[in-house]
């Protein structure tokens, strides 16, 4: 039987924020005033998600087409900040952000 310890833990939520943008084909830089445990991507045009969360490499997601098939994808598609970092919140690339889609995202941190 396997075991698991938390990496991270809070008492509730102690950070979240929610937001909404068009997709202009560049990277899109998300600061939400903290530094991210779990980001939920949607793209609303095409009901397409991408999550990231906390335990995964940085440039990990899971990714779910609008068929519902899930898939991981390594390209760094929504990264979290890092230490070295002078913002707080995440990066969506460019692949990720496409020109006149509607994005909803929601972090927690």
């Excluded at 998300?30 to 530094?35: A, H, N």
């Excluded at 609303?44 to 997601?61: K, S």
């Excluded at 779910?64 to 919140?89: C, R, Y």
């Excluded at 006149?100 to 929601?106: C, E, L, N």
Aim: proline share 3%; aromatic share 8%; net charge neutral.
């Amino acid at each position: 039987m396997a075991t698991d310890t938390a990496t991270s833990q809070a008492r509730g939520i102690v950070n979240m924020a929610c937001g909404s943008f068009t997709g202009d084909g560049t990277i899109t830089t998300v600061t939400c005033g903290f530094k991210p445990r779990r980001v939920h991507l949607i793209n609303a045009t095409d009901r397409i998600q991408q999550i990231w969360q906390e335990g995964m490499p940085a440039n990990n997601t899971i990714n779910t087409d609008a068929a519902g098939a899930s898939t991981l994808n390594t390209a760094g598609l929504v990264t979290p900040s890092t230490a070295s970092d002078t913002f707080q919140g995440f990066r969506i690339a460019a692949a990720a952000a496409v020109s006149t889609k509607v994005y909803v995202w929601t972090a927690w941190g």
